[in-house]
């Protein structure tokens, strides 16, 4: 007699070998991460600008602390100077998301690369999965290294903070954690855009127009608009403590969030519905 095959059992056998595709196309895509030109550039502008502005920033609130008065010194915040290179890291982080994406269509080895991996969703996933390792070394090896630095320079003398002074910790960790946020949307972004200007256009507008924009609307709503963007959301998540203008730096985490799975839904939905 003929044993019927339950479909759970079906769907078991099957899990190990979608691992096994997963894994082999989390490989591929880093090779590929690995290859290209534009990664070390990109990686390197990101290091460069989270170390150098940081070290110049804290530098220069040094030179200029005897200007201070009681107040400004009250309200020092060496984490915001040490980290001040994230508003120009988010830039090549972004650009580098866009290029995993767009760079394939550029070239015309998206084709192979959707043969070889018919399942998009997993091509997807895959493509994060190894863009978000590099992004995530990349990014808390600087924001960490810009922060102890800054400290360095700053001394006790000057506001200087401990890595465990009370907030700091995550606030470094916020700062990276940011950073592979954007990439994030970058990369949601190619995947639906195809093109790398117009995605660069997009990702440039919403990280740098749309905030000074939304500065001209009428109080309070260019308060409230202007939390929810993801470089005030980014902001709210590396600062030690919550700064009243800002989101706190949990819904701040939540905001960013949502704006990556925003970015990386439509994305997916696009790289779906197209045969190419």
Excluded: C
Excluded at 68 to 77: D, G, H, L, V
Excluded at 94 to 101: I, R, S
């Amino acid at each position: 007699m003929t044993e019927a095959i339950h479909p759970r059992t079906t769907a078991v056998a099957s899990d190990p070998h979608r691992t096994a595709v997963f894994r082999a196309t989390v490989r591929s895509e880093w090779t590929k991460l690995g290859t290209v030109r534009s990664t070390y550039w990109t990686l390197a502008f990101t290091v460069v600008a989270i170390l150098g502005l940081g070290i110049l920033f804290t530098a220069l609130e040094v030179g200029r602390w005897d200007q201070r008065t009681p107040q400004e010194i009250a309200e020092f915040n060496p984490l915001i100077y040490s980290l001040a290179g994230m508003n120009l890291a988010q830039i090549s982080i972004g650009v580098l998301g866009v290029l995993m994406m767009t760079s394939e269509y550029s070239t015309g080895t998206i084709t192979s690369t959707l043969a070889a991996t018919p399942q998009r969703s997993l091509l997807l996933t895959a493509k994060v999965t190894a863009f978000a390792v590099v992004v995530v070394v990349v990014s808390i090896v600087s924001t960490m290294a810009a922060f102890l630095i800054g400290q360095v320079i700053l001394g006790p003398d000057h506001g200087g903070l401990s890595i465990t002074d009370p907030g700091v910790l995550r606030g470094v960790l916020g700062g990276a954690t940011f950073l592979l946020f954007i990439g994030v949307i970058g990369l949601g972004v190619g995947a639906a855009v195809r093109r790398t200007t117009g995605a660069v256009a997009i990702l440039f507008a919403v990280l740098l127009v749309i905030p000074g924009l939304v500065l001209l609307l009428p109080s309070p709503w260019d308060e409230r608009v202007g939390q929810i963007l993801p470089s005030a959301a980014g902001e709210a998540m590396a600062a030690p403590q919550q700064i009243p203008q800002l989101l706190s730096p949990t819904i701040g985490v939540l905001v960013l969030a949502a704006w990556a799975l925003v970015a990386f839904g439509a994305g997916g939905l696009a790289l779906a519905r197209r045969d190419v």
